[in-house]
């Protein structure tokens, strides 16, 4: 009994050291979060030379530009994009992670680690690797080609279909972890009990093994919604004009159209969806720890 009390001023001391510990790196990355948008937010109300050059200054007109048809077309492509990539990553890391998870054995570091590699390489090259792939030459073509699934005409780059395929192929692993994570916990006891009352394995997935893991889903969800709504490399390479994405837009204004303005007006539009899904997904992570509590 003597040594509990010791144990509790042990562990606030550790807790106080790791705090003091992180409390660098966070006021770094908060300093220039808050720092950056407020210089965004700033240009989006200036104005430009005659030279594209930007000004400080007051004027509304790149933000009411956002209203133009054309600019909230992109919008919405942006997001249909982005929920669509959302879904197909969840349909095809579940399995994967799952397999991985509960059947990978002594294998499942190395399968994660097979996984995950692969990634470390620059992303403009894997888009570049990925667009030759699916170019009308490519073998995923040829091969479709070959089974009557397609014909001369069909193609994959410069359509939206192009674009998604890379958004998936760019960030399915965002979904693969944090669901493997959620599954390795996962009591299997709990799949066991599932099968004897429901009777099956889809019956048993969709009423013990996604209710369990949906906080890894959820995590999976922001982590590939968040970088596939700002992209902007996969709709350049595999995209054409009418696939253009916000990032695309963003892009275009600061470098090309020497518009500082309009460019931090999309911005910071872009950052209030980000933030809309972020405080979504931390609401929803809330009410699930405080039902787990009870």
């Known amino acids: ?23 660098p790196g966070t006021l770094w990355m908060t300093g220039f979060l808050i720092a950056s948008l407020v210089l965004v937010g700033v240009l989006a109300v200036g104005t430009t030379d005659e030279l594209g050059n930007p000004r400080f200054g007051f004027d509304l007109s790149a933000v009411r530009a956002l209203a133009d048809p054309a600019y909230t077309e992109v919008l919405a492509r942006s997001l249909g994009y982005a929920v669509l990539t959302c879904l197909i990553c969840l349909i095809v890391a579940y399995p994967v992670a799952y397999t991985i ?11 994660i680690a097979a996984i995950v590699v692969p990634f470390f390489a620059n992303y403009l090259v894997r888009m570049y690797g990925w667009s030759v792939v699916l170019s009308d030459d490519g073998p995923v073509l040829r091969a479709l080609r070959a089974v009557g699934l397609a014909d001369g005409g069909t193609k994959i780059l410069n359509t939206g279909a192009g674009v998604v395929a890379g958004l998936v192929y760019g960030f399915v692993v965002f979904m693969i972890i944090p669901l493997y994570a959620a599954l390795e916990r996962l009591d299997v006891s709990l799949i066991e009990a599932g099968r004897d009352l429901y009777g099956g394995p889809v019956r048993t997935f969709f ?40 990032g695309n837009l963003i892009q275009d204004k600061f470098f090309q159209g020497q518009n500082w303005p309009l460019g931090s007006a999309l911005t910071m539009l872009l950052m209030l969806v980000l933030l809309i899904g972020m405080f979504g997904y931390l609401r929803r992570t809330r009410k699930d720890e405080a039902e787990a509590r009870r």
Request: aromatic fraction near 8%.
């Open 1 to 23: 009994m003597a040594l509990l009390p010791r144990r509790r001023g042990s562990d606030a001391t550790g807790a106080r050291m790791w705090t003091w510990l992180m409390l």
């Open 207 to 246: 009423y013990v093994t996604l209710p369990a893991t949906r906080q890894g889903a959820a995590a999976g969800l922001v982590l590939v919604f968040l970088p596939a709504m700002g992209d902007f490399v996969s709709a350049q390479l595999m995209g054409g004009p009418d696939q253009i994405m916000i």
């Open 101 to 111: 998870a509960l059947h990978g054995g002594r294998y499942k570091h190395a399968l």
